[in-house]
């Protein structure tokens, strides 16, 4: 199975900055698209952002949008999240995987953003 492995999380103040990563250990890595996902405590998992093989095409959940940026870098099997202008609501585990089709998820990173 992919191994991901995510990272880049932190605790912050509101209105400040993270950059997450995610390491993917699969060589067709440009062959999916992929996403970020984030689960606050007692809500279900929801969809943050995602990006096509080629970086082509993204797509945000309309909370995130403006403030958050997903990219890649297929020549290291990587995706990112840049997260500026963080809000309380922000708070989760997030967590990188294909999509739509999802495979086993990896250990998330925490995100905690403080008012």
């Known amino acids: 199975q992919v191994q991901l492995v995510e990272s880049g999380g932190g605790l912050v103040q509101a209105g400040g900055s993270l950059r997450l990563s995610c390491a993917a250990s699969?060589?067709?890595?440009?062959?999916?698209?992929m996403a970020w996902f984030r689960q606050a405590p007692g809500k279900e998992r929801e969809f943050v952002a995602a990006?096509?093989?080629?970086?082509?095409?993204?797509n945000y959940v309309d909370s995130v949008k403006g403030r958050f940026t997903i990219s890649r870098d297929n020549t290291k099997n990587m995706v990112y999240l840049q997260m500026n202008s963080l809000k309380p609501g922000d708070t989760a585990v997030y967590y990188c995987?294909?999509?739509?089709?999802?495979?086993?998820w990896g250990q998330g990173t925490q995100v905690t953003v403080s008012s």
């Open positions: 990006i096509t093989g080629r970086g082509r095409n993204t």
């Open positions: 995987n294909r999509s739509p089709r999802t495979g086993y």
């Open positions: 699969v060589r067709t890595f440009s062959d999916y698209t």
